[in-house]
């Protein structure tokens, strides 16, 4: 089935650690991008990716990085995790600039994750 | 910058009763898509409906519409005939309809609704 896969689904790390999560979609969607989830925020953008081989900061960056060595993934890097990173994070791809409009974003089914 | 308020952090309704979510963005530019999408206690987020900007014809999808007023820059969606699996949070987007290069798809904060049987 055609779609974007999240791994893992959940996770608890302990303070300090270094963890990578993983996003892969099917769709050859150029665009992808990463959000975190916390109550009374929202969707958060993270970091973002246009196409294959570039990335962008979003609105809330720091601590994070992220790769785009190819179109079908774009992990996503907590070098020393805080607990503050404590949140649901969801990786989502659309056609993404340039491409026919009216295209939604289409989501992973998120990572829970507990900085403890 | 563009921005999406959805001004009711939580409603609740009677199963079979109507509801309305308010959503209002803020954008300078005349064409764009805006979307609502669901997020049951599942977390899967599922998209709900879409509207084209150009279009004057409000989106309608089921038991799912939108009122578009774009002079307003308003995006409610309402829900009829509301079913206990209509329990969600419910997330309203903006997306330019020709994005440039660093354009993102921007989230309102959030309703979360509950249907009470």
């Known amino acids: 089935i055609a779609g974007i896969t999240q791994a893992p689904t959940s996770q608890i790390l302990a303070a300090g650690r270094r963890m990578t999560l993983r996003c892969t979609q099917d769709?050859?969607?150029?665009?992808m991008y990463w959000y975190r989830q916390d109550l009374g925020l929202g969707l958060r953008l993270i970091h973002y990716?246009?196409?294959?081989?570039?990335?962008g900061k979003g609105e809330v960056p720091d601590g994070y990085s992220v790769s785009r060595a190819n179109t079908d993934d774009f992990p996503l890097t907590l070098a020393s995790a805080v607990p503050s990173q404590t949140s649901v994070y969801f990786c989502a791809s659309s056609e993404g600039p340039g491409h026919s409009p009216g295209t939604e974003a289409f989501f992973g089914q998120g990572t829970r994750l507990t900085v403890v | 910058a563009q921005t999406v308020t959805q001004s009711q952090p939580e409603m609740s309704v009677q199963e079979a009763e109507t509801v309305t979510l308010s959503c209002t963005y803020d954008t300078s530019e005349n064409n764009y898509y805006l979307f609502w999408y669901k997020q049951p206690p599942s977390r899967q987020m599922i998209l709900v409906i879409r509207q084209e900007a150009y279009k004057q014809q409000n989106a309608t999808e089921n038991r799912f519409s939108v009122n578009f007023q774009k002079a307003a820059e308003s995006f409610s969606l309402k829900i009829s005939d509301s079913q206990l699996g209509d329990t969600a949070m419910y997330f309203c987007?903006?997306?330019?309809?020709?994005?440039?290069?660093?354009?993102?798809?921007?989230f309102g904060k959030g309703t979360r609704l509950h249907i009470l049987p």
């Open positions: 769709m050859r969607h150029n665009a």
């Open positions: 990716s246009n196409t294959a081989g570039t990335t």
């Open positions: 987007a903006f997306m330019k309809l020709l994005p440039l290069r660093d354009d993102k798809i921007i």
